[in-house]
Nanobody, 124 residues
Framework: QLQLVESGGGLVQPGGSLRLSCSAS????????ITWFRQAPGKEREGVSC????????DYAHSVKGRFTISRDNAKNTVFLQMNSLKPEDTGVYYC?????????????????WGKGTPVTVSS
């Protein structure tokens, strides 16, 4: 059974850092693109960053480019999202999802399966 489990969220001050993890099971991990999304209170879920199965290609939303870094360890079936220089507007629940296609996508409609999310709060 395909499963995604996010971890690493928490409360952090503005300017701080967090590292999120997405642990996967139940499918051939190194074939599939993984995308991180976030959803702030009262807002739609938005794509943050994605990485292809081999890790050779990545993409970022404009709002996080230069601050967030996505990576993956296929030996451990895990994708990471390193978040630096965090801002209050980065607050939300962060989800990882498995992509339908081999190419990177930040679109919700291109996802096949979702984790349950991990909350991130950036506040002083």
């Amino acid at each position: 059974q395909l499963q995604l489990v996010e971890s690493g969220g928490g409360l952090v001050q503005p300017g701080g850092s967090l590292r999120l993890s997405c642990s996967a099971s139940g499918f051939t991990f190194n074939v599939y693109t993984i995308t991180w999304f976030r959803q702030a209170p009262g807002k739609e879920r938005e794509g943050v960053s994605c990485i292809t199965g081999s890790g050779s290609s990545t993409d970022y939303a404009h709002s996080v480019k230069g601050r967030f870094t996505i990576s993956r360890d296929n030996a451990k079936n895990t994708v990471f999202l390193q978040m630096n220089s965090l801002k209050p507007e980065d607050t939300g629940v962060y989800y990882c999802a498995v992509g339908l296609f081999r190419s990177c996508s930040l679109s919700r409609g291109d996802m096949n399966h979702w984790g349950k999310g991990t909350p991130v709060t950036v506040s002083s």
